[in-house]
Structure formats: structure tokens, C-alpha cells
């Protein structure tokens, strides 16, 4: 489903991805660990060109997205991404953040968007917030929220930006469980996480990144139990007391 | 003092604040709307765009109102461009709060966290969409003091134009002056209409501002 190819992405003269391949298939759930600084996020943020690929090739479906691309907008519809700040729109009530692109850019009717965000609402456990506006909720909320407004637009692949960092602890698991829904569901996911317990549990494939390149690919079993390489060792030493 | 002329003049006063009143609305109309355009421009990826936006900006501002009304109204006939004195009033004013206006947008959606337009774009909406239904509403109830203050800073700076001739509030004082041969007191009437018209348009925007801010 999403093809990288010789990915690279430089600030100035520092090189943060230096060259990641990487085949998603439908389906698969693929959650991306390793130190802060080693290119992960920025590597997730190239898939939907958030950040603006140096070199190398991304195909997502088939199409090739990198390059000068006119429908850029229409591919990302098709993209889903939740990110560690939430980002709620917060002149909007929740009702309004999640039916605001399917009514402007699917051209959804009011009623139709309506019945699909409550939906999708209830499906995250906040129903009853609707008109609540995010500044009323807690993190956890918002987050539940941002991922039911990402979902709103049908996507076929969804990207999680450390989706738990910004929460309290006592909201992670919240947040957790509506993605490990959506994992059985058999949502495409790319997750950039710090929380092993999860990866472990969720992900089909975990890619360990440091210093801008992937290190070591494989099942949970094979990255956390049996590393290969001593960065992936130093690593889960560190995050696995 | 004596304001007896009043019972004779008063008609003079209200002309020319209804006039005063026409001119600063489509002064921050126009400025308005330019004045964003401008913010687009500085704010803009393409070069060329921010340097245009720059330079307009810091020659407009650099530069005295009445300087620029002179070269609007009697300059510019030079070139065989004729504008009426309420024109060239209107556009001097436009190009003024234009100016001013275009950096408390710059100043406004930056200050608009990027996560939002990233959250936007990441859900397929343009640049120009994020613009209008995400950044520039939260950008808005930010700028509306700046905004307020500029409202009134243009009321206040139309007077400038009653030296080109249009019979504005200053401009009708000092006729009624200069018929009754009273120095003082028809200046003092004009301010208190002036202090009255920015007073109500400031109590009307803090009006404004708590309704957004209690959302």
C-alpha cells in the first residue's frame, strides 16, 4: 500500500532521514520506535508530505506521491494522521471538527456528515460531547476526538504522531484502546510510539530507527526479544526496566 | 463658552460626521480586505510576493498621511489621473489602514500554532481552505483589539482629508468657525463628535470580543 524508496530528508546541511526504505501492506500495522532525534516523526510526516522529502521515492496506492504533485490534497484525504498535540480546531465544537472536512471536501450534507461523526463518536466513547468545545476536554479526549475526525474522512491508512506523549499517564490507555479497535478492524496504521507494552501487543511489524536510518526490522517478538543489532539492544535496555 | 451657534450650525456637524462615518467605512473596508491580501503576500513562500507586500508596507508607513492625500489628489494629476476629492479621501485612507492592517493579520495568523494548518492540510484541505476555515477565524478574535484600535485610528485620521476639501466633520468645524467668527468653540464640538463616534465604535468591538471569547 505505501512503497518508500531511498527516502531522505536534510535541514540545511543535517541529514535527518538518511536514506529509509520501507513496503506498508494493507492492512498491517506497523509501529516505528527508537530514540528522540533518530528521524522517526519526520519520517512518518514525509508519507503525507507534511514535510517535504529531500530525495527518493513514496508510492502510496500504487500512484507515485512524491515530485511535483497537483492532487497532493486529494491523496492526503485518503490519509489520516493524529497527531501528539492533538491539534483540535478549537473555535469549532467537536461535532463541528470532525464533519468539517467530509461537508467541505467530500461535500457530504449536513445530516449525513452529522450521522456519520456521531457515530464515529460513539465508536471513540464520546457521543455526548459533541457540542463541547475541546477546550472542555482532557487530552485523552481531545486525542479520541482527533482520531474520530481523521476518521471521518475514510481514510485507508491512518498515521499516529506519538499520539500518547502530550498525556497524562492515566490517559494513555484510553487513547491505546481505541487504536487497538481500530487495529482489529483492520486498519492500516503507521505508529510512531514510545509505549513498548503496546507495540508489542499491536503492531504486525515494528521498524527500529536511530540516526535517520532503519536498524532492525521484524515481528514484536523478533525486535524486543531477540534484537540483532547493539543499537536496538542499547535501546530496549534503556526503555524496558 | 458658548455653543449658541450650535442652533444655527448644527447641521453642519452632522453632515460632516455622516461624511466623516462614510469615509472611515470603506477606508477599513478596503483596508481590510487589501490589508489581508498584504498579510498573504508577507507571509507568502514565493519571494517576489513578500518583497512587494514588504515594500508597500514600509513606504506607507514611513511616510506621512498627508503627504501621501497631497500626492493622491493634486499629485497625481500630473500623470492626467483625476480623482475626486472624496475619492482620493477614500483611497488615501484604504492604502493607509491597507498598510497598518496587513501587519496585525501577519502578526495574527502567525501567532496561530502550525499544528492547526497541518491538521487541516493533513485532512486534504487546501492552503486556501485552511486559510479561511481554520486559521484566519482564530486569527480574527485574536486581532480584534489591534483591529479595534485601527478602526479608530482611521475616524480619528480622516480629519486629515479636510485639507483637500471634502466637507467632512474637521472640515465643517472650521467653516462654522470661520462664519461666526468663533475660534474656539465649534473645534471643541467636533472633538466631542469624534470622541463620541470612536467611543461607541470601542464599546461596540469590547461587545464583539466577550461574545467570541465566552464561546
Not at chain 1, 72 to 98: A, D, E, K, S, Y
Not at chain 2, 71 to 96: D, E, R
Not at chain 2, 187 to 197: E, K
Request: a positive charge; glycine letters at 8%.
Amino acid at each position: 500500500m505505501i512503497h518508500v524508496q531511498d527516502l531522505r530528508k536534510s535541514y540545511g546541511k543535517h541529514e535527518i532521514l538518511k536514506g529509509i526504505n520501507a513496503d506498508i501492506s494493507k492492512g498491517e500495522v506497523i509501529v516505528v520506535i527508537g530514540p528522540s532525534g533518530s528521524g522517526k516523526s519526520t519520517f512518518l510526516r514525509c508519507l503525507n508530505r507534511l514535510e517535504e522529502p529531500t530525495s527518493g521515492e513514496l508510492r502510496f496506492e500504487n500512484q507515485l506521491i512524491t515530485g511535483k504533485q497537483r492532487d497532493l490534497n486529494h491523496i492526503r484525504q485518503r490519509m489520516g494522521m493524529v497527531f501528539q498535540q492533538f491539534n483540535l480546531f478549537p473555535h469549532m465544537t467537536v461535532l463541528q471538527n470532525v464533519t468539517l472536512a467530509p461537508r467541505k471536501l467530500k461535500k457530504l450534507g449536513k445530516e449525513q456528515a452529522d450521522a456519520q461523526a456521531l457515530s464515529l463518536l460513539a465508536s471513540v466513547g464520546l457521543a455526548d460531547k459533541r457540542d463541547a468545545y475541546p477546550a472542555s476536554l482532557s487530552g485523552g479526549q481531545k486525542q479520541r476526538i482527533a482520531i474520530a475526525r481523521a476518521l471521518a474522512m475514510q481514510p485507508s491508512v491512518m498515521l499516529f504522531d506519538e499520539p500518547t506523549s502530550a498525556l497524562d499517564p492515566e490517559m494513555v490507555g484510553e487513547v491505546l484502546d481505541v487504536m487497538k479497535k481500530l487495529a482489529a478492524q483492520g486498519m492500516t496504521m503507521v505508529i510512531v510510539t514510545h509505549e513498548m507494552g503496546f507495540a508489542r501487543e499491536v503492531g504486525d511489524r515494528v521498524l527500529f530507527m536511530d540516526e535517520g536510518r532503519i536498524i532492525e526490522e521484524g515481528t514484536p517478538q523478533e525486535v524486543f526479544d531477540h534484537p540483532k543489532e547493539p543499537r536496538t539492544k542499547l535501546f530496549l535496555s534503556k526503555v524496558l526496566k | 463658552m458658548d455653543f449658541g451657534f450650535l442652533s444655527e450650525y448644527w447641521s453642519f456637524f452632522t453632515r460632516g460626521a455622516w461624511l466623516t462615518l462614510q469615509l472611515s467605512f470603506f477606508g477599513v473596508l478596503f483596508g481590510t480586505i487589501l490589508g489581508i491580501g498584504f498579510a498573504l503576500m508577507r507571509i507568502s513562500k514565493i519571494g517576489i510576493l513578500r518583497f512587494i507586500a514588504s515594500v508597500y508596507i514600509e513606504i506607507i508607513r514611513g511616510t506621512p498621511m498627508l503627504v501621501q492625500i497631497f500626492i493622491i489628489y493634486y499629485g497625481l494629476t500630473n500623470f492626467g489621473i483625476n480623482f475626486s476629492p472624496f475619492m482620493s479621501g477614500i483611497i488615501a485612507l484604504t492604502i493607509n489602514s491597507a498598510a497598518y492592517m496587513a501587519e496585525v493579520f501577519r502578526a495574527g495568523i502567525n501567532a496561530i500554532d502550525k499544528g492547526q494548518n497541518e491538521a487541516a492540510r493533513s485532512l486534504g484541505m487546501s492552503h486556501a481552505m485552511s486559510l479561511r476555515y481554520i486559521v484566519l477565524p482564530q486569527a480574527f478574535r485574536n486581532m480584534l483589539p489591534a483591529i479595534g484600535n485601527e478602526f479608530i485610528v482611521i475616524i480619528k485620521d480622516s480629519s486629515l482629508v479636510s485639507t483637500i476639501g471634502i466637507a467632512e466633520l474637521m472640515y465643517n468645524a472650521r467653516t462654522v468657525a470661520s462664519k461666526t467668527f468663533i475660534p474656539f468653540e465649534p473645534l471643541i464640538a467636533a472633538a466631542a463628535v469624534y470622541f463620541v463616534m470612536t467611543f461607541i465604535l470601542s464599546r461596540l468591538l469590547g461587545l464583539l470580543e466577550r461574545k467570541l471569547s465566552a464561546q
